[in-house]
């Protein structure tokens, strides 16, 4: 059993919409999740809803000290538990749609960003929504990868979602179902943010 998976439980039972999911993601889905980030160079890696920070993890193995790495993550309770893990990751306390003010603040421009938010937090009340800043966020070879869970995939919400989706970015992908993660999951890949919407 993964370490956090007690931690992950107990914030699915503070607040189920929000956690989306009852356990962390497995190793197999944190690989797919972040296939986008480069082997080469310094680049700047945001995630979007670390949880208790599987992907963090794998990111941060991945970028082996290079470029610039964030985490975004709503839940003050598990922010400070990612902070506290891995103090060479910028862990913000702070909601998604905040990205945009974040990266302006630190004069950054993302080249990945890692989703695992539930499709519910790109809704928003407002507008514009997260999917529409989300462009304007990456660079112009900019990759968004983002977690869909395979039972809902084809369910109105997540449907509409990845149509919102396609129209955001010129080429989106979407992984073989992963069955060895509880529930099983996709991972969509999107590249090249448009900049004509
Ligand atoms: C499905 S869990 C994924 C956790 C982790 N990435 C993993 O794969 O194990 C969704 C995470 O997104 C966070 N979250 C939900 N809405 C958010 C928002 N609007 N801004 C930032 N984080 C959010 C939740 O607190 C939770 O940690």
């Known amino acids: 059993m993964n370490r956090d998976a007690p931690a992950f439980a107990w914030e699915f039972l503070c607040d189920p919409p929000r956690t989306a999911s009852v356990a962390p993601s497995s190793a197999a889905l944190a690989r797919t999740a972040t296939s986008p980030v480069p082997g080469s160079g310094d ?30 993550e ?8 990612l902070a506290l893990r891995y103090p060479d990751v910028e862990v913000i306390c702070a909601d998604a ?10 004069v950054l421009v993302a080249d990945v960003v890692v989703s695992g938010l ?6 928003g009340a407002g507008s514009p929504t997260l999917l529409d800043q989300l462009p304007g966020c990456l660079g112009g070879n900019g990759a968004l990868t983002q977690l869909g869970y395979a039972a809902t995939r084809w369910a109105p919400p997540a449907r509409r979602q990845l149509d919102e989706l396609c129209r955001s970015f010129e080429e989106v992908t979407t992984s073989r179902t992963i069955w060895r993660n509880l529930p099983p999951a996709v991972i969509h890949v999107a590249r090249r943010p448009r900049r004509d919407r």
């Open 43 to 72: 680049p700047v890696v945001v995630e979007l809803g670390p949880g208790t920070g599987t992907i963090t993890e794998v990111i941060r193995r991945r970028l082996g000290g290079r470029g610039r790495q964030l985490a975004i």
């Open 74 to 81: 709503v839940s003050p309770r598990l922010a400070d538990r």
């Open 97 to 106: 749609t905040e990205l945009p003010a974040i990266l302006l603040d630190r």
């Open 118 to 123: 539930p499709w519910a937090a790109f809704a």
